[in-house]
């Protein structure tokens, strides 16, 4: 039967892909990319050659009812990002919900995401957490920053390695310099950095370095 898998890819380490994730990739039609290139890179990794097609935040609003026409009419997908899960801070959202409406199978494949790896290692509560993933760049910034100063459980935001040290000033700015945080760094590479301390702490680490890769910060709630 046709239908849509979501198939999570590795955020770096490329040995993380799963067993089940490789097989699906090798079956399905057409796989469904956020950067065909990227994606690309991947597959010739893997050794699989199937056709492909562009679906990012660009295009999805364009391409959802031709997809799922697609699948309708007998053919099988898979969506993969960059990095990571579908949908987790990435295209995926409005193509699942077109499937579901029109009776099509939607089956996501477990596998890699950012923020789980960060929160587990960062040393913070984990029973309870919000996922609030990149803030907004300008319009409603400051309000969400309010809010998530008041919120009770560990918070989880991923952030441009651009906007890595104005964003924590900005929380500080909210939260004062003693709140806790974590802020992971290429997860899963070589160079994967874990800098716990308060914010002032790790305002003061980053800004005598040339931030790079992809980031995660998972921060102290108040009550915490």
């Known amino acids: 039967m046709a239908r849509l898998y979501l198939v999570p890819t590795p955020i770096g ?12 990739l090798k079956e399905v039609d057409v796989i469904l990319a956020e950067d065909t290139r990227t994606s690309g890179n991947l597959l010739r990794h893997l050794g699989i050659s199937k056709p492909m097609a562009a679906f990012h935040l ?8 031709p997809i799922a026409d697609r699948i309708e009419a007998g053919e099988t997908m898979a969506l993969v990002t960059d990095a990571g ?11 699942v919900r077109e499937c579901i409406q029109r009776g099509i199978e939607v089956e996501c494949l477990p596998g890699p ?19 609030e993933g990149f803030l907004p760049h300008k319009k409603g910034r400051q309000t969400k920053i309010q809010q998530i100063a008041s919120y009770p459980y ?23 310099p003693d709140r806790q ?24 680490y980053f800004s005598q370095k040339d ?14």
């Open 58 to 65: 660009n295009n999805e609003h364009q391409q959802v009812n």
């Open 181 to 204: 945080v974590c802020v992971s760094r290429e997860l899963t590479k070589i160079h994967e950095e874990n800098v716990r301390g308060s914010l002032a702490e790790v305002i003061d």
């Open 211 to 224: 931030v790079k890769g992809e980031i995660v910060i998972v921060m102290k709630s108040e009550e915490g």
């Open 85 to 95: 899960t579908p949908a987790i801070s990435d295209p995926g959202y409005m193509l």
């Open 13 to 24: 380490n490329l040995e993380d892909i799963t067993l089940r994730a490789i097989r699906i």
């Open 154 to 176: 560990t918070t989880i935001l991923y952030e441009s390695p651009y906007r890595l040290v104005k964003t924590l000033q900005q929380l500080m700015e909210v939260m004062g």
């Open 113 to 131: 995401t950012a923020f789980v790896p960060a929160l587990v290692n960062s040393g913070l509560p984990a029973e309870r957490f919000i996922f």
